[in-house]
C-alpha cells in the first residue's frame, strides 16, 4: 500500500513563499503525481501535476508563482510556492498514480492521496 506524507505548511504573509514535500513509499519515478488543493466550501481542485518524465502543468492562477520538481533519489514531491496570495490558503493535498484515467488535473484521476498541509496567507 502506497503511503504519502506531506508537509512544509504554514502560515505566512502575502508576497512571501513556502515549499511544501510529499514523501512517497514507493519509487517516485513510477508515479504521474500532483499537487491539488481544498478551500472550505470548495472542491478541490488541481494545483500543478508532473508526469513521469518530469514534464509540468499548472493551473492558470498559479503558473509562474508555483514550481512542481521531484527527487527520483529521495523520492519526494515538491511544489515551492512564491508570491503567495490570500486566496491561495487551502488545505494542500499530493496525490499519485500509476496510470491516470483521466486528466492529470482531476480528482479522479489519483488513488493515492496524502493527509493534507494546510497553507494560510494573510
Known amino acids: 500500500h502506497v503511503q504519502l506524507v506531506e508537509s512544509g505548511g504554514g502560515s505566512v504573509q502575502a508576497g512571501g513563499s513556502l515549499r511544501l514535500a510529499c514523501e512517497i513509499s514507493?519509487?517516485?519515478?513510477?508515479?504521474?503525481m500532483a499537487w491539488f488543493r481544498q478551500a472550505p466550501g470548495k472542491e478541490r481542485e488541481g494545483v500543478a501535476a508532473i508526469d513521469k518524465a518530469g514534464s509540468p502543468t499548472y493551473t492558470y492562477s498559479v503558473m509562474d508563482r508555483f514550481i512542481i520538481s521531484k527527487d527520483n533519489v529521495k523520492n519526494t514531491l515538491y511544489l515551492q510556492m512564491n508570491n503567495l496570495k490570500p486566496e491561495d490558503t487551502a488545505l494542500y493535498y499530493c496525490?499519485?498514480?500509476?496510470?491516470?484515467?483521466?486528466?492529470?488535473?482531476?480528482?479522479?484521476?489519483?488513488?493515492?492521496w496524502g493527509q493534507g498541509t494546510q497553507v494560510t496567507v494573510s
Open positions: 496525490a499519485a498514480e500509476l496510470t491516470p484515467s483521466a486528466c492529470l488535473s482531476a480528482v479522479p484521476s489519483y488513488n493515492y
Open positions: 514507493d519509487n517516485v519515478s513510477k508515479y504521474y
